[in-house]
């Protein structure tokens, strides 16, 4: 019974600390976006609020929170209120499979640096970022409004382009692992990460993940001077604010997909692991923001070009040439 | 070729970007520091005075009748030894849209834009300014200019004593 209670507890208190520190990096990740943003443009960003604009995050948690919660006139009601929860806890349930430290001893147990190490997370992951679309297309279709329904659309569109090239761009990481749980993954790039190995694939990695993210250059289902805000126009309050912290908890999922993918995952000289998980997931981050600050957005069609015509071939051959390889290495 | 083009203009960007990070922010804190106005700086509206302390303004009504809004309003009155002036004048800032053009028309150089930019009110009719509101002690843009030296003849001084005035002639001295 006793040992039942310490694992119940050990459990608790993993589960609460992964939820406390996602959620905070999300909130602060806005913050560190809006000031990097400001400063490649040669502004200062928001500085008021506390030491160095630290407490910006509660303050708009608070404003969002006081606002008026809309509902538009003849909108389809259930479908409005639920879509912005179902963009928020897809990308927190993503997490749930992501490994941030090799496994710990503690109290004579074996305490997984991870939620849930499924045998087929790779699998759990692109399912939850397709899921993840249902969000945009059912707020966009709910919100009885012309632009919200052209965002909803886009974002369907940029689904069917991106998730293909992302799927094929693993594939060479799941034939070297020669698995498909997150952990023999990372257990697997010791010496090499797998972006040494597979670049082509971590190129196509990063570029679909960009346009998972929905951040500029693809983040056409909300591209602000066309749509006014695309899917989340008719959101208010704190159902915006729960669409636009998903979107920030779905950076950093798809950040930590890229760190334990192809950067190695916790693996690095040194620091403890859990830093060098943390530094490549915001060094992942990091490079969102930056391209956030270079690229200008591509029309919708420009994309699903990319994406068919480009991205899909160049994974396709990479896979091929992958297996190839280690056929041959294998010498069978 | 056009695709090593088109993989430039991609990645060269990205080398601008990151330079612009490295670099000192243009913004200025504004309460915390404020820039210097331009010399030209069109603000406040102020009504100077001439070397001798008196006011300038002669009430001729030519700003106000040059301002696009109407926001200037006096009433002219005149000193037991000729001299005009206002016997009171006002001015409604939350009109003005600050064009200068009531300094350009002055003829004595009395209406004058000053660089006192901060002047923002909840109130509208704190905007509303009156003749001691907008008198200033010193000369403005162009201290030494005293309108009487060159002109109004006979007020302020005797005949033929200003600047570029001819001492009156004796038209007797012209008779055949």
Known sequence: MNELLITFALVLIKLLLIFGVVLTLAAYLVLAERRILARMQLRLGPNRVGFFGLLQPLADVIKLLTKEDVVPDRADKPLFLIAPGLAAVTSLLAFAVVPFAPPLEIFGRRLPMVVCDLNIGILYFLGLSSLAVYGVALGGWASNSKYALLGAIRGLAQLISYELSMGLAVVPVILSARSFSLTDIVLAQDPLPFAVVHPLAFLIFLISVTAESKRVPFDIPEAENELVAGFHTEYSGMRFGLFFVGEYINMIILGSMVTVLFLG???????????????????????????????????????MHFGWKVLIPLALVNVLATGAILLWLRGS | MNLWRDIKGTVQPFWVTLRNMLRAPVTIEYPEERRT???????????????????????????????????????????????????????????????????????????????????????????????????????GRDESYDFYRHAGIGVGQVRGAGDEESPPADFRSNLP
């Open chain 1, 265 to 303: 995952g916790w693996h690095g000289p040194l620091l403890p692991p859990v830093v060098w998980f943390a530094g490549k997931v915001l060094a992942v981050s990091f490079v969102f923001i930056w391209v956030r600050g270079t690229l200008p957005r591509l029309r919708y069609d420009q994309l």
């Open chain 2, 37 to 139: 106005v331009s010399p030209r700086c069109r603000a406040r509206i102020v009504l100077t005075r001439d070397p001798q302390g008196e006011e300038r303004c002669v009430a001729c009504y030519l700003c106000s009748a040059a301002c696009p809004v109407d926001c200037i309003s006096m009433q002219a009155a005149e000193r037991a030894d000729g001299r005009r002036y206002a016997a009171w004048f006002r001015i409604n800032f939350s009109r003005c849209i600050f064009c200068g053009l009531c300094a350009e028309a002055c003829p004595t150089l009395a209406i004058q834009m000053s660089g006192d930019y901060e002047m923002g009110s909840r109130d509208l009719l704190k905007l509303v300014a009156e003749k001691e509101d907008l008198l200033i002690d010193g000369g």
